[in-house]
């Protein structure tokens, strides 16, 4: 088992900047890959940026290539967005996959970015 906490979230203007924080615990040994997802409202949830634990691969959603970065620190993963958009407000959702593919996500955290 793989618990995922995410903080950081909040109102920000546009063109302002957020960290967000996923600090994981459990069974992190297990875990392959670590990454994000959004959430926005009435939308479906997608894929922001997704990053292997045991190799060089990073992977971010052409909407956000450039302005935003991932990072690894231990136990937490952290999402470094900068440049926001409105379209960015989203609910944003830790992830893990475990080998054998299970999937833990956190309980999201909101983003609002105001225009």
């Known amino acids: 088992q793989v618990q995922l906490v995410e903080s950081g979230g909040g109102l920000v203007q546009a063109g302002g900047s957020l960290t967000l924080t996923c600090s994981a615990s459990?069974?992190?040994?297990?875990?392959?890959?670590m990454g994000w997802y959004h959430q926005p409202p009435g939308k479906e949830r997608d894929l922001v940026a997704l990053t292997s634990l045991t190799t060089t691969y990073t992977n971010y959603a052409d909407s956000v290539k450039g302005r935003f970065t991932l990072s690894r620190d231990n136990a937490n993963l952290y999402l470094q967005m900068n440049k926001l958009k409105p379209a960015d407000t989203a609910v944003y959702y830790c992830?893990?996959?475990?080998?054998?593919?299970?999937?833990?996500w956190g309980q999201g955290t909101q983003v609002t970015v105001s225009s």
């Open positions: 992830h893990a996959v475990e080998k054998g593919g299970t999937r833990y």
């Open positions: 459990g069974s992190i040994n297990s875990v392959l890959f």
